[in-house]
């Protein structure tokens, strides 16, 4: 997790800039720093998680070779090495080992082509000296928070809400409608955010702004129904379904353990992060370890550790159970609502697992969006009852 921001406006301040990098610390805490360029009123900034490359050569705001593109890139590439290979072959020569500088080189050579090579998760900004042009954009799946603010005055943007509002270029006027999301969803519905004039960038999307203002939103990338897919999943027996999907898993895991700092997991006992973290332990060079949050008065409350307990013995983790009281929660809750950026009903969980694996890890695999993709939760139970609803309206659509 690293924190980006930037500002494309009218007046450009290096105050400013230094405030909105201030405030994305505890995103970066390894590294931090800031590029400006007061001709044309661009500025960029970011807070670095060092995990791929952790030596200063991986450092941001990142220059092209030519110096005609500058980034700040929050994420991480899975295929970069494979990129990286490519295009060498096309003539480029790498100073560092990061997956940035294959983002640069990438630019250079395929433009807002570029997303649409890469497998990961990721938000990055680019600024094209040549076409005084920046250029925002954000993974598939919106993994990586990319938040912006237009006005007359110009572009604000970065991963967190509190990191624009420090900017000074906008208002704190609440939208209603996102408190509405919150409590019948738990969480703000994107592209919504809990404020009237900041906004999400939509997932697999680029927004291309020049003259401060005039921006363009273009999708490199939509989930669509795969008609061919379709038809060939259906030919296949339950048997080749598991394995197909067990073939997925395996190779998506293996990709996320690409780092240079160990991997850890949140191991909540369930279907999908005990699959995950089995997975890693098979393909991992290193004892995973393993976190679970559970609550000392669980009185009303579900308790995960025992399953999780299981799951780590039976997969063999260094397995650290996290035990709350109400005293450890009042007196954290500040500093979780500072860090929370925008209301949502889950976050606490997040929180303190996270806090307490930080002392080990920078990074943890969590079963995050398998319930959503596998119906895994109880409110799901009506897909039972309608399954060839999403299938008549596909085929409809088509006639």
Known sequence: MCGIAGIFARKVTEKQIIQMESSLERRGPDDSGYWINQQNNISLCQTRLSIIDVSEKGHQPMTSHNERYVIVFNGEIYNYKELRKLLEKHGAHFTSESDTEVILWAWEKWGTKTPEMLRGMFAFAIWDEYEKSLFLIRDRFGIKPLLYSISNRGLVFASTIKSILTSGMISKNIDFNSVIDYFTQGSIIQPKSIFKDVRSLPPGSIMTIKNHSNCNIDYYWKLKPNMYLQNQYEKMSYEELVNLTREYLEEACKYNLISDVPVG???????????????????????????????????????????????????????????????????????????????????????????????????????????????????????????????????????
């Open 265 to 399: 997991s949140f191991l909540s006992g369930g279907v999908d992060s005990t699959t995950i973290t089995a997975i890693m332990a098979k393909y991992s060079s290193n004892k995973i370890n393993s976190f679970s949050l559970g609550f000392e008065n669980s009185q009303n409350l579900f308790n995960e550790l025992p399953e999780a307990k299981k799951a780590a013995n039976y997969i063999g983790t260094n397995h650290l159970e996290v035990i709350l009281n109400g005293k450890e929660v009042s007196e954290s809750f500040d500093d979780f609502i500072s860090v929370l950026d925008q209301p949502s009903n889950d976050g606490i969980n997040t929180y303190f697992v996270s806090k307490y694996a930080n002392s080990t890890l920078k990074v943890a695999f969590s079963g995050l969006g398998g319930d959503e993709i596998f119906s895994g939760y109880n409110h799901f139970g009506w897909l039972s009852n309608n399954n060839n609803l999403y299938y008549q309206k596909i085929n409809n659509t088509k006639a």
